[in-house]
Antibody
Framework: EVQLVESGGGLVQPGGSLRLSCAAS????????MTWGRQAPGKGLEWVAN????????YYVDSVKGRFTISRDNAKNSLYLQMNSLRAEDTAVYYC?????????WGQGTLVTVSS | EIVLTQSPEFQSVTPKGKVTITCRAS??????LHWYQQKRDQSPKLLIK???QSFSGVPSRFSGSGSGTDFTLTINSLEAEDAATYYC?????????FGQGTKVEIK
């Protein structure tokens, strides 16, 4: 069974940093692209970033370019999202998902709140 | 950026009724259009990929059609468990974009 479990969310002040993690199991992690998406409270879904199996390709939505970094550790079956210079508009539930092309399995999400 | 416009934004349907949701893209995306179901306080679940291919385990009452700029998700014989918000996603061009969502309520 495919399982994705996000962690690392919480309350952070504007301008602060946070690192999200996603632990994957039930599939061969190193064989799949992975993705992060997010959902602001009461709003729709937004794609955030994609990463290729060997990290040779990474893509971001414009609003996070230069502030967020997606990475992975295939030995640990883990996906990460380093978020710097956080803004109030980054407040959202962040989901990791396996890229069966399109994203096919999603985790339960972790809430990031950016507020003073 | 490709804009996806879903209609309607809200639909209330009786059990065993039929739901039709459309997703229109601002430019041609071929068949790179996918449909998700998100129930309250849950993560999205993939229903249909590449416009018309059912994802594993999805009930046959869910079907998708379309290509280019106009796409449709159809739910036949609606069940109570189908109450959710439905989103389309395009993966033709970066940045990937979602439609704004269609909330389906069971009368």
């Amino acid at each position: 069974e495919v399982q994705l479990v996000e962690s690392g969310g919480g309350l952070v002040q504007p301008g602060g940093s946070l690192r999200l993690s996603c632990a994957a199991s039930g599939f061969t992690f190193s064989s799949y692209w992975m993705t992060w998406g997010r959902q602001a409270p009461g709003k729709g879904l937004e794609w955030v970033a994609n990463i290729k199996q060997d990290e040779s390709e990474k893509y971001y939505v414009d609003s996070v370019k230069g502030r967020f970094t997606i990475s992975r550790d295939n030995a640990k079956n883990s996906l990460y999202l380093q978020m710097n210079s956080l803004r109030a508009e980054d407040t959202a539930v962040y989901y990791c998902a396996r890229m069966g092309w399109p994203p096919d399995y999603w985790g339960q999400g972790t809430l990031v709140t950016v507020s003073s | 950026e490709i804009v996806l416009t879903q209609s309607p934004e809200f639909q209330s349907v009786t059990p065993k009724g039929k739901v039709t949701i459309t997703c229109r893209a601002s430019q041609s995306i071929g068949s790179s259009l996918h449909w998700y179901q998100q129930k309250r306080d849950q993560s999205p679940k993939l229903l249909i990929k590449n416009a018309s291919q059912s994802f594993s385990g999805v009930p046959s009452r869910f079907s998708g059609s379309g290509s280019g700029t106009d796409f449709t998700l159809t739910i036949n014989s609606l069940e109570a468990e189908d109450a959710a918000t439905y989103y389309c996603l395009q993966s033709s061009t970066l940045p990937w974009t979602f439609g704004q969502g269609t909330k389906v309520e069971i009368k």
